[in-house]
């Protein structure tokens, strides 16, 4: 009685701290304070937070991206758990079968993985044709997953005893004998759209060698099919003897600590769930646009013409235009830089597994170009993406060397 009425109280207490406004605009701040330091304008996070309203949008939209984030890394263990849910009174009644399941279906995944790489090497060093290597691969991987189910299950001795003692077998069906193969091999395909996007985030150093990424590509693969897989193993062996409270609290620090494992072998993970939330949010804008301003709150002068296309027309008087990326605007202010911060902040998200240091150059970059953002008052930069034809550019050519010939040209400007 005492222990359930703790248990309560525990509940109880955990929900208020994590409903509260403090744990919410504590999160919110972080994130923000993440966001800022990434690219080291931390310059402006005191004007950002005093700008309350959007407290609750932010968090919200964090949660949003943690989510679908998750979804995304984690797929195969929600499968999995839907395959274990779908019978799990009859799974029950078996010593050890939630294991079973999970192990199947992690080496499937794993296997899966080495099969899609060994056909790649296949077609790219032997130039054995595509079709050929797809076809075999279409026939590896099912005939795989049915005879790892029949050894690690179907045919496993004590789960035969087991199943023999039953009123009605259900291991030894026939239908069971073709959909379980077929059922355990789900998770392993849908791998393959985190295997995707985290592929689209990796670099490899130009003239490296080949065999040495494949190898680094392998770990990698193999490193998140074994994370994203690892929490419905860990919560299925658990759902037996827990609750459904229990189960989601489960979740609730397996998740977590998955991603943070993550970031720890993949480094970008962090920034692209911050600029993801940011993002969604509105904060953040990384489209290219154009801006003007009066001339009476920002003289032109102030703005290099190559970096920031800086121009003027004849029949708008008092007001100059701009190219550029708004990168954080939150109440009165606007972070807007120069278009190259584009380019600098998609190199930072991508991971250069063959030479480690070379991330740490990346995000350097990124802070390089983001000092070189200009803080603007909201009333004091509008967007204008509407053409106008006949610019006039304060600035036809970029400059690299101070000569003689280019200060006479600065003269007769």
């Not at 993970?269 to 154009?290: A, C, E, K, V, Y």
């Not at 009165?332 to 150059?361: G, M, N, Q, W």
């Not at 600035?395 to 007769?412: E, M, P």
Request: proline fraction near 4%; charged fraction near 15%; charge should be positive.
């Amino acid at each position: 009685m005492n222990n359930s009425f703790l248990k309560l109280i525990n509940k109880k207490v955990i929900f208020t701290i994590i409903t509260s406004s403090a744990f919410i605009s504590a999160c919110t701040f972080t994130v923000i304070w993440l966001y800022l330091s990434n690219i080291e304008r931390l310059d402006i996070l005191y004007d950002a937070i005093s700008f309350t309203s959007a407290i609750g949008i932010i968090f919200g939209f964090t949660l949003v991206s943690l989510l679908a984030f998750s979804l995304l890394i984690f797929i195969s263990s929600f499968i999995l758990y839907l395959i274990y849910s779908a019978n799990e009174k009859e799974y029950a009644g078996y010593n050890g079968m939630a294991m079973s399941l999970s192990t199947t279906c992690c080496i499937n995944s794993i296997a899966l993985c080495l099969v899609l790489i060994g056909g790649f090497c296949l077609n790219y060093f032997l130039k054995i044709n595509g079709y050929v290597v797809f076809v075999i691969s279409l026939i590896a991987m099912p005939g795989f997953s049915f005879w790892i189910t029949r050894k690690n299950i179907l045919r496993k001795s004590t789960y035969l005893i087991e199943d023999n003692q039953r009123s009605a077998p259900f291991l030894q069906t026939r239908i069971m004998k073709i959909s379980l193969p077929l059922l355990l091999i789900i998770p392993a395909f849908v791998q393959i759209f985190p295997i995707l996007f985290i592929t689209r985030q990796l670099d490899f150093v130009n003239g490296g060698s080949e065999p040495m990424q494949v190898l680094l590509f392998t770990f990698m693969t193999i490193a998140l099919i074994t994370l994203g897989i690892f929490p419905g193993m860990i919560i299925i062996n658990e759902k037996k003897n827990k609750g459904l409270i229990q189960v989601i609290a489960y979740t609730l620090i397996i998740i977590p600590v998955g991603i943070l494992i993550l970031s720890l072998v993949f480094r970008p993970t962090p920034n692209m769930i911050l600029n993801m939330t940011m993002n969604l949010s509105g904060i953040s804008d990384w489209r290219t646009h154009q801006y003007y301003i009066k001339t009476t709150t920002h003289p032109h002068a102030m703005f290099d013409g190559a970096l920031w296309n800086t121009r003027y027309h004849n029949d708008i008087p008092d007001r100059f235009f701009i190219t550029g990326v708004n990168i954080f605007s939150l109440g009165d202010i606007r972070l807007i830089c120069p278009t190259a911060i584009t380019h600098a902040r998609s190199f930072s998200l991508k991971f250069v597994a063959d030479r480690l240091d070379e991330y740490d150059a990346r995000l350097n970059d990124l802070k390089n170009t983001a000092m070189k953002c200009i803080v603007f008052n909201k009333e004091d930069i509008h967007t204008w993406d509407s053409p106008i034809s006949e610019p006039i550019f304060y600035q036809k050519v970029k400059l690299s060397h101070d000569t003689g010939l280019i200060q006479l040209l600065h003269l007769l400007k």
